[in-house]
């Protein structure tokens, strides 16, 4: 499955919802419950706010393709920490979707 976006000029915004979306339908398709799907949309939505903000912020990481970017921050120890600071919980509910996103990433990386 094909993850890359392929323009090299479009907005980041766009770039990380074209990174996440192969993603979220294969979790549409491994027939999750509506609420953990939801728990997982939201927790990109979150991640991808916090990619925006650390890329606004860090002139090196404004540098960096997207996709290079979101494995930097997203890796298999979970996920950033968020910037205003959240509850513990929804800090490791974060973590582990950015787990499991990891994972999705690794083996689409291998499958092509």
Partial sequence: MRWRYDAADIAPGT???ATFRPFLIELLRSKISRRTFNRHRDNLWLIGGEIIRRRLEDPKLKRLPIDTLIRHLVNNDGA??????IPEAEQDALD????QFHRFL???TAAE
């Fill in 15 to 17: 770039a990380i919802v």
């Fill in 80 to 85: 950033p920490l968020v910037w205003p600071r």
């Fill in 96 to 99: 582990a979707t950015c787990r």
């Fill in 106 to 108: 690794n083996q689409s």
